[in-house]
């Protein structure tokens, strides 16, 4: 069973407030991805690191969304200006090597509700 | 470019009755393949994982799947449901030069007791 430990599991805000949601990875895992996953279970890939480092992070990331890992504390995620659209469970998963065949361990999620 | 298909967006069986999932996937090449399961206000949990060699592969709580490549498809299986099983089944697969998931849509089980 995962070990990876997400906090708050529940976030409510209301639109143009941050939103920020914390993440401890399995012991020993310096990978660390975060995913959204919407109410039609759909899921996107956020950004990814590598301890402290950024490995990839897509379009939508960059503009409203910062992340970092910064060492010996949690990963963290904030949206700087919530939106409706941004109401969605929020999932935080480390593997150790970070390799495309490597498994991803996952938390519980964040769920946010923008209203 | 890559995709994962689950056909059936529900399934509903019996307790005791065998199931099977149905994932397609696209990609040119053999992706690495996964089942996950999410339970109600949980993440998820990885159930099984291929890549090559037996094309059955073995995974926790009795599931297994099988990869056909003439098919493109990874199809999940159990011989026997349990009603602690019902929970969201997502496909998903990962390829050399990315490590990012893409999973498909899931498929919700609901076991009758």
């Known amino acids: 069973n995962s070990k990876v430990i997400q906090t708050p599991r529940y976030l409510v805000k209301g639109q143009g407030q941050k939103a920020k949601m914390r993440c401890i990875p399995e012991?020993?895992?310096?990978?660390v991805f975060w995913y959204q996953q919407n109410k039609n279970n759909e899921f996107k890939f956020l950004i990814n690191?590598?301890?402290?480092?950024?490995?990839?992070q897509i379009d939508m990331t960059e503009k409203r969304f910062s992340a970092e890992c910064p060492s010996n504390s949690p990963c963290s995620l904030e949206i700087q200006s919530s939106e409706a659209g941004d109401s969605a469970l929020y999932l935080c998963?480390?593997?150790?090597?970070?390799?495309?065949?490597?498994?991803?361990?996952f938390g519980p999620g964040t769920r946010l509700l923008v209203l | 470019a890559q995709s994962v298909t689950q056909p059936d967006a529900r399934v509903t069986v019996s307790e005791g009755a065998s199931l099977q999932l149905r994932c397609k996937y696209s990609?040119?090449?053999?992706?690495?393949l996964f089942w996950y399961v999410q339970y109600p206000r949980q993440g998820l949990q990885l159930l099984l994982k291929?890549?090559?060699?037996?094309?059955v592969v073995q995974g926790v709580n009795s599931f297994e799947a099988e990869f056909s490549k003439s098919n493109s498809s990874f199809h999940l299986q159990k011989a026997s449901v349990h009603w602690s099983d019902s929970a969201v089944y997502f496909c998903?697969?990962?390829?050399?030069?990315?490590?990012?998931?893409?999973f498909g849509d899931g498929t919700q089980l609901v076991v009758k007791p």
């Open positions: 998903a697969l990962t390829w050399n030069s990315n490590n990012r998931i893409f």
């Open positions: 012991k020993g895992h310096p990978v």
């Open positions: 291929y890549y090559s060699g037996d094309p």
């Open positions: 990609y040119s090449a053999t992706p690495y």
């Open positions: 690191f590598q301890n402290q480092e950024v490995l990839q």
């Open positions: 998963a480390s593997s150790k090597t970070g390799g495309h065949q490597d498994t991803q361990y």
